[in-house]
């Protein structure tokens, strides 16, 4: 492999990688004490990836993880490091830096996030040595050319042997002996310097399925298709911030709840809430989610700034906090599972949706199955006795709905305001028991609904026929598509607003 050494203790290596793509690795520092600093670039590249690494000393060949953590990397097993490849400008960047000089030397491999495959360079891990002293009279660096071989997840395990890592690591201000601090994060802890970040800026790894939903739907569905605009605060945010200082002594309270929890009294689960409701914000979040709110216009409430930011601050944490409703505890993957945020704007909605894209009584899977009401998604639910408006449409002619029921309820539930903002968990469920997480922690609204009395005399859905046919087809045609790329039954949920059709979520359909 080719490097070069500068006068400024800096060395780059080149990597020609598959399709043209080339890896770049700039190497400064460890010199005079000054920190280490690694920048990684993937050029000619045309989707995110993943690094998966850990740091060397000298004489030993097993990784072990730095005290310093890039910002958006997990710990995966608590063993090695992945951190997402940024986009910036035309490459994908990570930087790194190291602050302990017994580091001698990184090692790497990539994952290709879009086809999900590992790449090593001739069947080892890429080797960067950190103190490499080679004095190459020219400025341009000289590239390798890598024999890459693609491997499984299981295949990526094998080889690497690293040190545990406790979380205290992460979580220094934090000291508790209790087994059950486990409850607070998630087996593969997310590291991040982010409060908040956009989707565009998020990794599958960071966030959850709604966030990973919207992400991959928003790429590849028509633009007559809406989706709400979204932050997140991605896994790992409620951790970092209960180990801050200012929540020191709430963060002790809560893992002793946690122990007493355990040992079968489910009584303190109420306690673990309304706990977390004491913890108190780092001053930089506050400024963090208006700032990434504002880039992806999310309407911040009306109203003095500091006022709206504790109405936000206690609607994120009743969603955090729901993770210890009883119901929740009760869930089996409870301990490991982890809740981001997911902020998105509410829509004051003229009507609402749910749609089946397999029909849920008789089954059958040529049909789609649609109910729709006028207001926001909590009329269908039992806003009033009635039924909503229900359709039948099928897949191979989409353009022909059929009415199969007219509404009948007779209180509609609507936001006071045109836009407003909207708080939902955003987790990852296990395979095995991936129904079981929907549904039992607390979305938070900003504002209550009010309830309004239905007339169906003037609404066009009833009265106008082609309007009917228009909203019910849209639907339909929307539900198609999210079936086949996900090739698999959906169940979706979303809202109608001047005619614009908007999907808030969905999820495979429970058969």
Not at 107 to 131: A, C, P, Q, R, Y
Not at 142 to 148: E, Q, V
Not at 258 to 282: F, H, N, W, Y
Request: aromatic content about 8%.
């Amino acid at each position: 492999m080719a490097s070069l050494k500068s006068s400024k203790c800096t060395q780059v290596k080149l990597f020609e990688l598959q399709n043209e793509m080339i890896l770049q690795v700039d190497v400064s520092g460890f010199k005079s004490g000054h920190n280490a600093k690694v920048k990684l670039q993937l050029q000619n590249c045309s989707h995110p990836w993943i690094l998966h690494w850990g740091c060397i000393s000298n004489g030993n060949k097993k990784w072990f993880i730095p005290s310093f953590i890039p910002s958006g990397t997990r710990v995966h097993k608590k063993s090695a490091l992945r951190t997402p490849f940024i986009k910036e400008g035309d490459a994908y960047v990570v930087n790194i830096e190291l602050r302990d000089p017994k580091i001698h030397a990184i090692e790497f491999v990539l994952k290709d996030t879009k086809h999900d495959k590992w790449l090593k360079m001739n069947g080892v891990s890429f080797h960067i040595n950190l103190h490499e002293q080679i004095d190459v009279e020219d400025d341009g660096a000289r590239s390798s050319k890598c024999l890459l071989n693609e491997m499984s997840d299981e295949e990526i395990e094998k080889p690497l042997r690293h040190r545990n890592l406790c979380n205290s690591v992460f979580f220094p201000k934090l000291s508790t002996s209790s087994s059950t601090w486990k409850g607070l994060s998630q087996k593969n802890n997310i590291v991040s310097n982010m409060y908040a970040i956009s989707l565009e800026e998020a990794c599958n790894e960071m966030v959850g399925e709604k966030s990973n939903s919207i992400i991959f739907l928003s790429n590849k569905m028509p633009a007559w298709i809406k989706f709400p605009a979204s932050v997140v605060l991605p896994f790992g945010v409620f951790e970092k911030v209960l180990s801050e200082d200012i929540n020191k002594e709430l963060a002790t309270k809560i893992a002793c709840l946690c122990e007493d929890v355990d040992r079968g009294d489910v009584s303190k689960l109420k306690m673990i809430q309304e706990t977390i409701l004491q913890m108190k914000a780092p001053r930089r979040m506050s400024i963090e989610v208006r700032k990434k709110m504002k880039s992806s216009r999310i309407p911040w409430p009306q109203g003095p700034t500091e006022d709206t930011w504790n109405q936000i601050w206690q609607a994120i944490k009743k969603v955090w906090g729901s993770k210890w409703n009883e119901r929740a505890y009760k869930n089996r993957n409870h301990d490991t599972l982890c809740i981001g945020i997911l902020i998105q704007e509410h829509i004051r909605a003229d009507y609402a949706f749910v749609t089946y894209t397999n029909h849920p009584v008789s089954r059958d899977s040529s049909q789609i199955y649609t109910e729709i009401v006028k207001g926001s998604v909590e009329t269908l639910v039992g806003a009033s006795t009635g039924r909503a408006m229900s359709s039948i449409t099928k897949k191979s002619e989409l353009k022909s709905p059929i009415v199969t029921c007219y509404p009948s309820k007779s209180i509609g539930l609507y936001a006071k305001n045109k836009r407003s903002i909207i708080f939902r968990p955003d987790f990852i469920s296990e395979k095995t028991n991936r129904y079981a997480c929907h549904g039992i922690y607390d979305s938070i609204s900003m504002e209550n609904k009010e309830e309004v009395v239905l007339v169906y005399s003037r609404d066009p859905m009833v009265v106008d026929l082609h309007f009917q046919a228009s909203i019910h087809s849209k639907i339909a045609e929307a539900a198609k598509i999210i079936e086949d790329l996900y090739e698999c039954p959906q169940d979706i949920e979303g809202v109608v607003q001047d005619g614009q059709v908007y999907v808030i979520q969905c999820k495979p359909l429970s058969l």
